[in-house]
């Protein structure tokens, strides 16, 4: 049985400023062999609901630099997982540029409708996003700094989580027919 709990933004923030402009020992870096950008962000957004999502292929997770899941390192991966995510792990909804919150991601796309870019909302100034990233490392960086032809704005909702059935039909079970539970 499937429970939602909150996506604690405090700590994906907290992660995304301390590891920003250098790289956490635990993972492989990716800069210059296809970016190093959404694993930064796959790695913050871990860091707020220590929840991965083992499912392979279709999954968000990372073991080791040779066994990840592609939506763990790629952005367009990552873009479906999170979007289309119903299972274990963190969800998200693709939101209006106004309406992201810190915890946040914003992907970059070009003029033909490819994104390459994963960054991390940590913080507004005047109405300007703030964001972490890696690849090009940043903290603290206008999102206006930036060139893109287009943008999307992705709202991370929750983290799901599996809990045992004894809280669910077995429970009930045992209830009904006055056993101890």
Same mark, same amino acid.
């Given at each position: 049985?499937?429970?939602? /709990?909150?996506?604690?933004?405090?700590?994906?923030?907290?992660?995304? @400023? @301390?590891?920003?402009?250098?790289?956490?020992? *635990?993972?492989?870096?990716?800069?210059?062999?296809?970016?190093?950008?959404?694993?930064? =962000? !796959?790695?913050?957004?871990?860091?707020?609901?220590?929840?991965?999502?083992?499912?392979?292929?279709?999954?968000?997770?990372? $073991? !080791?630099?040779?066994?990840?899941?592609?939506?763990?390192?790629?952005?367009?991966?990552?873009?479906?997982?999170?979007?289309?995510?119903?299972?274990?792990?963190?969800?998200?909804?693709?939101?209006? %540029? #106004?309406?992201?919150?810190? #915890?946040?991601? $914003?992907? *970059?796309?070009?003029?033909?409708?490819?994104?390459?870019?994963?960054?991390?909302? =940590?913080? %507004?100034?005047?109405?300007?996003?703030?964001?972490?990233?890696?690849?090009?490392?940043?903290?603290?960086?206008?999102?206006?700094?930036?060139?893109?032809?287009?943008?999307?704005?992705?709202?991370? %909702?929750? /983290?799901?989580?599996? /809990?045992?059935?004894?809280?669910? @039909?077995?429970?009930?079970?045992?209830?009904?027919?006055? @056993?101890? /539970?």
């Amino acid at each position: 049985m499937l429970a939602t /709990i909150p996506y604690r933004r405090d700590n994906a923030v907290a992660y995304a @400023r @301390r590891w920003a402009l250098s790289r956490n020992p *635990l993972f492989e870096n990716y800069t210059g062999i296809g970016g190093d950008c959404t694993n930064f =962000v !796959s790695q913050a957004i871990y860091a707020g609901g220590c929840v991965m999502n083992y499912t392979p292929t279709f999954g968000w997770y990372y $073991i !080791s630099p040779t066994d990840r899941a592609p939506a763990w390192t790629g952005v367009e991966f990552f873009y479906n997982f999170m979007t289309s995510n119903e299972d274990v792990g963190p969800f998200a909804t693709e939101v209006g %540029e #106004g309406d992201l919150l810190p #915890g946040d991601v $914003i992907q *970059l796309g070009d003029e033909m409708g490819d994104f390459y870019h994963t960054l991390m909302v =940590v913080g %507004e100034d005047d109405g300007d996003y703030l964001v972490a990233a890696h690849s090009n490392d940043a903290l603290d960086r206008p999102l206006s700094s930036y060139m893109y032809a287009q943008a999307r704005f992705l709202r991370i %909702e929750g /983290i799901r989580i599996q /809990i045992p059935d004894r809280y669910g @039909r077995s429970c009930f079970r045992d209830f009904i027919a006055g @056993r101890r /539970i």
